[in-house]
């Protein structure tokens, strides 16, 4: 019976002491820079006007039209019968030989320098000839003058309605941010869902 008590009371003890040496010891923790990275970033949607043409009649509010030069050889239009967000899209079928023909926005876009920028819209396209149909972001300073620009790979030829993605980093001096979509070759192209967005970091 004694020594079944012994037992019980080191079992305790070393239980104890343990349990002592445990509080001692602090749980693994990140600091504040290995806390900060794991957070994703957040993006941020720029106010573009009219992205998916919803508010369009055929004049395409919140875009302009320009071609290259000479008289008009492209139809612009707001095609009610096919999309991909919404119930319109916009379209664009080359008429007469020309360089390029193209709709754009224009967004202000101050103090974004080397921030992360990303544009996607959705195309799709129709006997495009080689240099196609493509999006770009160019970047102005606050006199317009352009200090660079990014843009997708040109579409070409027939394709069913698919994402296009383009990415780079704002540049210095950035005051004014044009938006453009731009046919540069015979076809028909279409195009919906335009998303421009921002991040702190590259």
Same mark, same amino acid.
């Given at each position: 019976?004694?020594?079944?008590?012994?037992?019980?009371?080191?079992i305790v003890?070393?239980?104890?002491?343990?349990?002592?040496?445990?509080?001692d #010891?602090?749980? $693994?923790?990140? /600091? @504040?820079?290995?806390? +900060?990275?794991? =957070?994703? %970033?957040?993006? #941020?949607?720029? $106010?573009?006007? /009219? @992205?998916s043409f919803? +508010?369009?009649? =055929?004049? %395409?509010?919140?875009?302009?039209?320009?071609?290259?030069a000479?008289e008009q050889?492209?139809a612009?239009?707001?095609d009610?019968?096919?999309?991909?967000?919404?119930?319109?899209s916009y379209r664009?079928?080359?008429k007469?030989?020309?360089?390029?023909?193209?709709i754009n926005?224009w967004?202000?876009?101050?103090?974004?320098?080397?921030?992360?920028?990303k544009?996607t819209?959705?195309?799709?396209s129709?006997?495009?000839?080689?240099?196609?149909?493509?999006?770009?972001?160019?970047?102005?300073?606050?006199?317009?003058k352009v200090i660079?620009?990014?843009g997708?790979?040109?579409?070409?030829?027939?394709n069913?309605?698919?994402r296009?993605?383009?990415?780079?980093?704002i540049?210095a001096d950035?005051a004014?941010?044009?938006?453009t979509?731009?046919?540069?070759?015979?076809g028909?192209?279409?195009?919906?869902?335009v998303?421009?967005?921002?991040?702190?970091?590259n």
């Open positions: 019976m004694k020594n079944n008590v012994f037992s019980l009371s080191l003890a070393t239980s104890l002491m343990f349990a002592a040496c445990g509080d #010891i602090d749980p $693994p923790h990140q /600091n @504040p820079s290995q806390q +900060q990275d794991t =957070q994703p %970033l957040q993006a #941020i949607s720029l $106010p573009l006007k /009219n @992205p919803e +508010q369009s009649d =055929q004049h %395409l509010n919140g875009w302009g039209f320009s071609q290259h000479g050889a492209y612009v239009s707001v009610t019968t096919d999309s991909t967000d919404g119930k319109n664009i079928e080359r007469l030989v020309q360089a390029w023909g193209m926005q967004l202000p876009l101050d103090n974004a320098t080397g921030k992360s920028i544009l819209a959705m195309i799709k129709e006997n495009l000839g080689p240099d196609g149909f493509d999006l770009n972001l160019v970047f102005r300073k606050a006199n317009r660079g620009k990014i997708t790979e040109a579409i070409t030829g027939t069913n309605w698919q296009i993605v383009a990415t780079g980093v540049p950035t004014h941010l044009q938006i979509a731009v046919l540069n070759d015979a028909t192209a279409w195009l919906d869902d998303r421009v967005s921002i991040t702190d970091e």
